[in-house]
């Protein structure tokens, strides 16, 4: 296609003068909105955005549109100049950032809006005049064209095209048929290719773009230095399926510059000495790697140092492991079969997820924080909860919230023959069953082991001991708060921050802490609040100067709540207190019942149902 053809360059005229304002004066009063050139014209104009009194001495004026200085009072503003050329005739340029001629001078177009364009003038060390309407307006090459040109890698230009048989280095000629630049295709420039072993690319002779299938088994291809020149370039990819795991070693002599897994495609560029890899992302299709033999494929993501993502699994970090429909984030993290790890050595696996130092949340289980450990089902949340259980504890389902909760549940040693137990030791079969047992009878184990019952409370003699069939130990917790580190053989148990306690498999629970009564105090008839309290809620009547209506409201009425209306007036007697029901619930089987003696008092519960006197 045609690159700044002057056959058919764009060329208009101004449609008016274009001059620079009047020369800026030391000691002189200037208004917002008036216009000052430099004495000594630089292409600027610069406009008085701060009105006031000009210095004895000339600022240095800046030459980035926008930017400001100050000289004495006044503070005048960079801007560009402004141009038209003639109607309808602006489209023929660029929008921006070009390079353009009027008369002898050469001038930046930093923008155009229509017809008209904002300059930037004296480029390329023209000299900056004013201009008159009907000056031609052409864009044309100019020595500032060709060196960018060649700045971006095209050495050298030439009206020869015999200069150009290396294509693959310049894919940009001079046209001898026309005085203009123009691109030119390189013809073969991919090469796409099944290898049979390793091959050796040679810069300046084998395309730049490189599609390598690997063909069962892993490649290395060696980038050539002899006859390499700066700015040499060859896009790499693994051209083989996404599922390959099959890699491209690429390595320039002995030294190991990378690697490029299923379908990712790298850039390595030589300096003039070596070839230098340089990041560029991944693949087009199902597979993204990113990193130093980052691996990628069956649908996989990794981005880091030697990080895997592959069968539909994501990696992120140094080291990191995503794989099988896991997600791994962080240093050494592993997720995998479905499990999510996010944090430095995190293991998240068959559905588990873990956040943290060193988490482990696996087979359904969830771990957050430093060594935290979810196994089987569990859930830890806090420092080091749940340190000690091991993949031995199968299901687990402790819930553990808190800084150390449960750090010290663990599953019992594996039963070993002829040992000395003594009551209320406990292991675990050799072979995992589900259940652990309880030492009932002290003694020594016999040579083999026992065939171990699976009914909770069956025993069986071994040797001279009975172990009892208990449920596995360091299962099925509770724990919640600071420091509740447990028994190693705790199991069943639930214990909320020492105020409740209890064994989850009776369902039986202690409340050591004192439950605290709710008082609601009331000069008036009202209606009770509708909300649960643990301890029950107390009714205070302070009036009873007329007779008072206390209703119960059917969102109390929920099983083993308790409330309790009292005449703390001393007045019930004279007037009555009325405790009467939202809708049909009964109290004893009547819709009301009525206090009727000084500081009398009721107490009710509720069934769900309806309200009893107790």
Not at 78 to 95: H, I, Y
Not at 475 to 494: C, F, S, V
Not at 561 to 583: L, P, Y
Request: glycine share 12%.
């Amino acid at each position: 296609m045609a690159f700044l053809n002057v056959k058919n360059r764009a060329k208009s005229t101004l449609a008016a003068d274009l001059t620079y304002p009047s020369a800026w004066a030391a000691s002189t009063a200037y208004a917002l909105g008036n216009y000052v050139s430099a004495t000594t014209k630089n292409g600027f104009r610069y406009e008085c955005t701060t009105a006031g009194t000009s210095g004895t001495t000339e600022p240095t004026w800046p030459t980035t549109q926008g930017e400001t200085v100050s000289d004495n009072t006044v503070v005048w503003t960079c801007r560009g100049l402004s141009a038209s050329v003639t109607a309808g005739e602006g489209a023929k340029f660029p929008t921006e950032n070009f390079h353009i001629t009027i008369d002898d001078e050469i001038l930046l177009c930093s923008s155009r809006s229509t017809d008209t364009l904002t300059l930037e003038g004296g480029k390329e060390e023209t000299t900056p005049i004013n201009h008159l309407a009907g000056a031609s307006v052409e864009l044309r090459i100019t020595t500032k064209i060709i060196q960018d040109l060649m700045d971006r890698g095209f050495l050298s230009l030439s009206d020869t095209s015999s200069s150009y048989t290396d294509q693959a280095r310049k894919p940009v000629k001079v046209n001898s048929g026309e005085t203009g630049l123009e691109f030119t295709p390189v013809a073969g420039g991919i090469t796409k290719v099944s290898l049979t072993g390793n091959v050796t690319l040679t810069p300046g002779t084998d395309t730049v773009y490189q599609f390598l299938d690997p063909n069962g088994a892993s490649r290395i291809i060696t980038l050539a230095t002899t006859g390499g020149k700066p700015g040499d370039t060859f896009f790499i990819r693994n051209d083989g399926g996404y599922s390959i795991s099959y890699n491209l070693q690429i390595q320039q002599d002995t030294t190991i510059l990378d690697y490029i897994y299923a379908q990712a495609i790298k850039k390595f560029i030589f300096d003039g000495t070596n070839w230098l890899p340089e990041e560029i992302g991944s693949s087009t299709d199902k597979n993204v790697a990113i990193g130093y033999n980052a691996c990628s494929y069956s649908g996989g993501a990794a981005v880091g140092y030697y990080a895997y993502g592959y069968s539909y699994g994501a990696a992120v970090g140094y080291y990191a492991y995503g794989y099988s429909g896991g997600a791994a984030v962080g240093y050494y993290a592993y997720g995998y079969s479905y499990g999510a790890a996010v944090g430095y050595h995190t293991y998240g696996y068959s559905y588990g997820a873990a956040v943290g130092y060193y988490a482990y949340g696996c087979f359904n289980g969830v771990a957050v924080g430093y060594y935290a450990k979810g196994y089987y089902n569990g859930l830890a949340v806090g420092y080091q909860s749940g340190y000690s259980l091991t993949g031995y504890v199968n299901p687990n389902k402790n819930i553990l919230i808190g800084y150390k909760s449960g750090y010290n549940l663990t599953q019992p040693a594996a039963w070993a023959a002829s040992t000395a137990y003594s009551l209320g030791n406990f292991v675990r079969p050799t072979t995992a069953n589900g259940y652990n047992y309880e030492c009932v009878v002290a003694g020594t184990s016999g040579a083999t082991q026992p065939t171990w019952p699976t009914v909770l409370g069956d025993t069986v003699v071994d040797g001279t001991v009975t172990w009892k069939c208990v449920s596995m130990r360091g299962n099925d917790n509770i724990i919640i708060g600071y420091n509740l580190q447990a028994a190693a053989n705790d199991a069943d148990t639930l214990n909320i921050g020492e105020l409740i306690k209890g064994d989850l498999l009776s369902k039986r629970v202690v409340f050591t802490g004192r439950l605290a009564l709710q008082r609601i105090a009331t000069a008036a008839d009202m209606t009770t609040p509708g909300e649960f309290n643990a301890g029950g809620t107390i009714i205070g009547v302070t009036d009873t100067a007329a007779t008072r209506t206390i209703t119960l409201s059917s969102f109390d009425n929920k099983e083993g709540n308790i409330i309790m209306v009292k005449d703390e007036s001393g007045g019930a007697g004279t007037n009555n207190i009325t405790v009467a029901t939202e809708g049909t619930e009964t109290i004893d089987g009547a819709a009301s019942k009525v206090i009727n003696a000084n500081y009398g008092a009721l107490r009710l519960y509720s069934n769900g149902t309806n309200w009893f006197i107790f």
